[in-house]
């Protein structure tokens, strides 16, 4: 896989028949894509368990809502987090793409407070191994669109599949539209 055929950055938004309940109607950003695998984290879950609950120095930085987010069904006991920074950034931060990158969770909150933006936690991730994306994407289970740096950061998670597809063009705008039950229209 060359770094131009790489998905890292990008959306995968779940196609509405995708059947796996872990990703019902998700988006997730990759964090990486190559020939071993994908690795990204799913945008739109939070829980009810509060950031200051899980990881108290992280708080002040967490934005609305301030919960933590289920990031996939891989290693739920493991935090990543994410946050936006504009310019190079500060040490205990790892561009991933544009201004979002990941965050060193064992660096002092307050050392990265000046320059983060965007904070959001997430438990756990999901996890493609070699090939397995690419058999899901011609499988037609997801989409691959564009993202935009508010999508790490959104306050109403629970809205954000549907705009995502609603701010692409063509058929995949309709799909926003599309009912959670479609049996009962």
């Given amino acids: 896989m060359t770094e131009a055929s790489s998905l890292t ?10 059947s796996d309940p872990n990703f ?4 997730v950003l990759l964090l990486d ?6 690795l990204g984290v799913v945008l739109n879950r939070p829980t009810p368990v509060g950031v200051s609950e899980v990881l108290q120095p ?20 493991a935090a990543l987090a994410l946050a936006a920074v504009p310019g190079a950034g500060p040490l205990g931060w790892r561009r991933v793409h544009g201004s979002i990158g990941l965050v060193d969770l064992e660096a002092p909150p307050e050392v990265l407070a000046a320059e983060l933006g965007s904070l959001r936690i997430f438990a756990g991730y999901a996890g493609w191994g070699p090939e397995q994306l690419e058999r899901e994407l011609d499988e037609g289970a997801w989409y691959v669109v564009e993202s935009e740096p508010g999508d790490v950061s959104v306050p109403e998670p629970e809205r954000l599949w549907r705009a995502v597809l609603r701010r692409q063009r063509g058929t995949l705008a309709l799909l926003a539209t599309y009912p959670d039950d479609p049996s009962l229209n």
């Avoid at 995968?12 to 995708?18: F, R």
């Fill in 9 to 18: 950055g990008r959306l995968l938004v779940a196609a509405p028949a995708l």
């Fill in 33 to 38: 894509h190559d020939r071993e695998g994908a």
């Fill in 58 to 77: 992280w708080a002040a930085l967490a934005g609305e809502p301030g919960v933590v987010f289920q990031g996939g069904p891989v290693a739920l006991d």
């Fill in 24 to 27: 019902d109607r998700s988006v």
